[in-house]
């Protein structure tokens, strides 16, 4: 995963240092530091580069190799290079604009942003500056190199049909386009010697037309083998392909594994699978049945950097899966910082994982039993604290019960049962069916209150919206016999849109209603573009249309031009947003020396940010 913390001149800074070797503490056998880039002269990325010239650029390294091998895991750093799409994690996108932007052909980017062909002397000058690096790199500590040849980065880019439309000995035949990747890796091999591990990252297939197949992966692999001793098979581009590389939670878990399997076939190295890989007992399976040799983790690694200790220790129940909801990549691109829906330490790793002791033991009363709530007693426990949780519902997890409906969503409904499993091992009493009220709170009398009681549907005052054929989304999982086959979503933001993508795919006609011109814009960046794909798929969008009336025929709806039509359903899912339980809130303020008020119960939000305010609110106490 992409540094964060990069310093102006590209060294590693501490926060990321932490980040990496939390993962190696958490027991993975290796860990990969990246983006090196090695040439900044053809590549001004924002990202980390090894220079000497650059002062602490070695120090850095060094002191990031040695955090990781210090817990037994083999510190490898990804050596890169962007080509044509330098800059792309720049968050001043004019200065990205402004850069000199190399590739193997000259072309237009479809952005508009010229891109110049690579001269034989600059290719040359790339293919030292690998080697000088990898030389750095094992000066600093690190015992493998990884070669990132894949995701439509400059070596991927030489590979590729598509991109690469030279006609001397660097294009044409596909042996051509695998010479820079062969003297890239004999340069590496040069500046680190024999004996040294060097991994190769490729594509196994570009997926999508005009890239090259996975015949042609296999032929790649093949060119490529004598000059390396580990073979890492991912998939598709970042610019054409998003959600292919990084399987959004539409995608089958392990859908990419297909490639490696076939790959292994032709090759006698070692081989290495990745992509939306959480469970461990997948990932026995895929090395069992001899589809790859090495699986990898990435976004599973920043849900739970503890995962692969868990599974060694029996543990497999304990883990806190990824829900493959982007955040972390969103964040990434917004801020350059991390975050992590299911992860409230993302990032901020320099702070220490071990919770403290509280000096002073104190009661606590936490008021729901959503994300939220589960989090912080489970945080406040650990801290020693007496913990009680209350959940006025039969069943803990607030707004996460509803996505057992969703199979696509299903391991957030998972996170619930994750989330109290914690929280009673760590000590927290919890009752069901028990609303906190003010003369409950004042009957504990505890030292501190946590108010995590969520949010509630909005049902506007719309004629016709409490009607026999009206599912509130939120209960949708209890009410699923209701709906019929032709179904108007009514509400086209994130919860509204996941509805209605799920409908879809069981094969109901599905009509979805926004009063906004554009859907899901809570969605965030990264799942938004893969969520408005699915929902072109599988429902009729009407945006721009205001709810006048639900019937039992449909809605009847206000278009753009003022005139009145109806978008016809025999079931209609509300689906308007939600609303903080302020009264709640207001009744509880003054019930405890110490009260905090997280997640929907202070803004409706994310879960991200009611489990993160959980974890600070119990810190706090």
């Excluded at 890796?185 to 680190?192: H, I, S, T």
């Excluded at 006025?392 to 969703?406: N, P, T, V």
């Excluded at 709170?441 to 409490?466: F, M, Q, T």
Aim: hydrophobic share 35%; proline share 4%; with cysteine.
């Amino acid at each position: 995963m992409g540094g964060t913390d990069i310093t102006n001149d590209g060294c590693i800074g501490p926060k990321s240092t932490a980040f990496y070797e939390l993962r190696g503490k958490g027991g993975a056998g290796a860990v990969t530091v990246s983006e090196c880039m090695v040439h900044p002269k053809t590549d001004g990325s924002h990202a980390y580069h090894l220079d000497t010239s650059i002062l602490n650029s070695l120090a850095s390294a060094t002191y990031t190799a040695d955090a990781i091998r210090r817990h037994g895991a083999i510190a490898s750093i990804e050596l890169s290079h962007s080509g044509m799409y330098a800059g792309t994690y720049m968050t001043d996108k004019s200065r990205q604009k402004s850069m000199h932007q190399w590739g193997p052909s000259d072309t237009v980017r479809p952005d508009g942003i010229e891109v110049k062909a690579l001269t034989k002397e600059l290719i040359d000058e790339i293919v030292a500056s690998y080697k000088e690096t990898a030389s750095l790199a094992k000066r600093a500590g690190f015992e493998m190199i990884m070669v990132h040849g894949g995701h439509g980065w400059l070596i991927n880019q030489f590979l590729s049909p598509y991109f690469n439309k030279r006609t001397d000995e660097y294009g044409g035949s596909l042996e051509n386009r695998c010479r820079f990747a062969m003297e890239v890796l004999k340069a590496v091999r040069e500046g680190v010697g024999p004996g040294f591990p060097i991994e190769f990252r490729m594509s196994g297939s570009e997926l999508f037309e005009g890239g090259y197949t996975l015949e042609d992966g296999v032929e790649i692999a093949k060119f490529l083998e004598p000059y390396i001793d580990l073979l890492h098979v991912s998939a598709g581009t970042y610019q054409r392909g998003f959600g292919d590389t990084h399987p959004s939670m539409f995608k089958e878990h392990g859908c990419n594994v297909y490639l490696a399997a076939e790959i292994k076939k032709h090759v006698s190295i070692p081989v290495a699978t990745i992509g939306g890989l959480n469970d461990p007992a997948q990932m026995e399976q895929i090395i069992a049945e001899g589809k790859a040799d090495i699986v990898y983790m990435a976004r599973a690694l920043l849900a739970d950097p503890f995962l692969p200790r868990k599974v060694m220790e029996n543990r497999d129940q304990e883990i806190v899966k990824c829900l493959r909801c982007f955040t972390c990549m969103a964040e990434r691109a917004a801020t350059s910082t991390r975050r992590c829906t299911v992860n409230p330490l993302i990032g901020r790793e320099i702070e220490g994982d071990e919770i403290q002791p509280a000096p002073v033991k104190k009661k606590v009363l936490v008021a729901g039993g959503g994300p939220g709530g589960l989090y912080a007693a489970y945080t406040a426990a650990r801290r020693g604290h007496q913990v009680i949780l209350c959940e006025k519902e039969e069943e803990l997890g607030g707004i996460l019960k509803s996505e057992q409906a969703l199979p696509f969503k299903h391991e957030m409904y998972e996170l619930a049962g994750t989330y109290e499993l914690l929280a009673r091992q760590a000590g927290v009493e919890i009752h069901t069916s028990t609303a906190v009220t003010k003369e409950y709170a004042e009957k504990e009398n505890a030292d501190a209150l946590i108010i995590a009681a969520g949010s509630r549907p909005l049902v506007p005052p719309i004629p016709g919206l409490n009607g026999e054929n009206v599912v509130i989304v939120n209960n949708y999982y209890k009410e699923k016999e209701k709906v019929g086959d032709e179904v108007v979503v009514f509400g086209g933001g994130l919860a509204g849109c996941e509805c209605a993508i799920h409908l879809g795919m069981e094969g109901k006609k599905v009509r979805l209603v926004e009063m906004r011109e554009v859907l899901a814009p809570d969605a965030n960046v990264r799942h938004r573009p893969l969520l408005l794909k699915e929902i072109d798929k599988y429902a009729e969008i009407y945006t721009g249309y205001k709810g006048l009336e639900v019937t039992a025929e449909g809605v009847w709806c206000e278009n753009k031009e003022g005139e009145k039509v109806l978008v016809p359903g025999s079931t209609v899912i509300c689906a308007l947003g939600q609303r903080s339980r302020t009264d709640i809130v207001d009744e509880l303020r003054d019930c405890a020396p110490y009260v905090a008020v997280i997640g929907d119960a202070s803004k409706v939000s994310t879960i991200t940010n009611a489990v993160y305010w959980g974890y600070h609110a119990a810190l706090d106490i």
